[in-house]
Every structure is written in C-alpha cells, then in structure tokens.
C-alpha cells in the first residue's frame, strides 16, 4: 500500500502547537510578564532568611526575628503574582501592593533579599499597573443578525412593491373618476363648459347698428337702390 492510497488522519494536532497556542492566548489576556516577575522576586525575600549559606567550611544561619516579616512578604508576592494572572480586573492593586511590598523588604527582609528581589519587584509592579487588554475582535455576525437582515430586506422589498402597485393604479382610478364625474370616454379629459354666445334683437324704434363699426378715414360702399339727388333734379 502506498502513501498515496492512504487515508489522511482527521483531527490530528500537534499536541507542541496545541500547548503553545493556549499558552499565547493565555499570555495575551492578562499582565503575565508583570505576574511573573512579582513571583520570582518573593522567592529571595522568602528564601534567605531560613537558608543556611555555606561558605567553605563556615555555615551561615540568618534566622532571626525579622524572619516572620521576610514569609509574610514573600508569601504575599507569590499571591499577588498569581492573582494577576487569574483575576487581571485587580492588577492595579497587585502591581501597587507588589511596589510597596518590595520596598518594604528593604529594611525588614536583608535589603530586599540582598538587592535580588528589588529590581523583579518594581519592574513586575509597574508592568501589572500599567498593562491593559487588547481589544476585542469584531464578532463575526450571528445567525440571528442574518435572519434580521433577511426580515428586513423582505420587508423593503414588500413595501417597494406596494409603491410600484400604488403607482400602478393610479391612472386608472384617474380613469373611472373621470368617467363618474361624466366624461364620454374612459381616456378622455373633461374640458371646462364654454358659454354659448347670446344674441341681442333689436328694440322696435332704434336704429339697428352695424354688427361692426368701421374704420375711421374708410369709404362706405354706395347702396344699388340709391340715386344721386343732383341727376334727380
């Protein structure tokens, strides 16, 4: 059987990926560097104070009662580191509270776990108060938003064909009001009533004047029947 017959493997991860792409997400959604360093820097201050330093063949014991003061401070920084990591709505309180611890270390915890613990401390509680999440991505829209859409568009849709229908119509009901109102054809547009002209008769005793005056400095016609008085004569 050869590789090219062989059926390709569903579902397969590489479980180095798989780890790494959670610890990424992970690290990109809370102030991890800032958690970090507060961790490491409560490590010295919780150390020294009950180890034993060998130097040579001379052990060294530095238990004393300022021993009490380096736990508690050391505890609580490993606390605050941790808790910036799991609840980042509290890091400004972590990142100041770590401030104030590391300072206070200096006097109460062998000066801050022989300077160890001191530059971690700052830098951790500064990079915990000043961190903030990325923004959120767009979200991709939901099934619900789409059939919104859908109802919204077929309602325009309903509406534009209410329009076009309502425009439609229009001249017909033109037509049939024209028709009631008495038009002799469906098409045709009633024309407003003129006034028929009315004629004058004349009043017995007056003499009847010419339908039209004429023109001053104009000849008037001689009638057939008259006869000049001077061939008369």
Known sequence: ???????????????IGWLWRHFRDFRRTRPFWGGLLAMIAGVPI???PYAH???GGLTIAMSTTAGAGSLIIGVLMIILGLT???????????????????LVSIPVSNLAGFGMALLPGLIGGGLMVSWAPLPEPKAEPSA??????RAKGAADATAANAVAESVATEPAAA?????????????AVAEPATEAPT??????GEPQKPATEPAAGTALPKQSGATDPEGAR
């Open 175 to 187: 037509e049939s009001a024209a028709v009631e109102a008495g038009a002799a054809e469906p098409g």
């Open 199 to 204: 004629a004058t008769l004349p009043v017995q």
């Open 46 to 48: 919780l150390y020294f």
């Open 1 to 15: 059987m050869s590789s090219a017959t062989v059926e390709p493997r569903t579902g397969h991860q590489n479980p």
């Open 144 to 149: 619900k938003a789409g059939r919104r859409r």
């Open 53 to 55: 330093l060998t130097f």
């Open 84 to 102: 910036a990591w799991f609840q980042p709505a509290v890091r400004v309180f972590g990142g100041i509270a770590t401030i104030l611890l590391t």
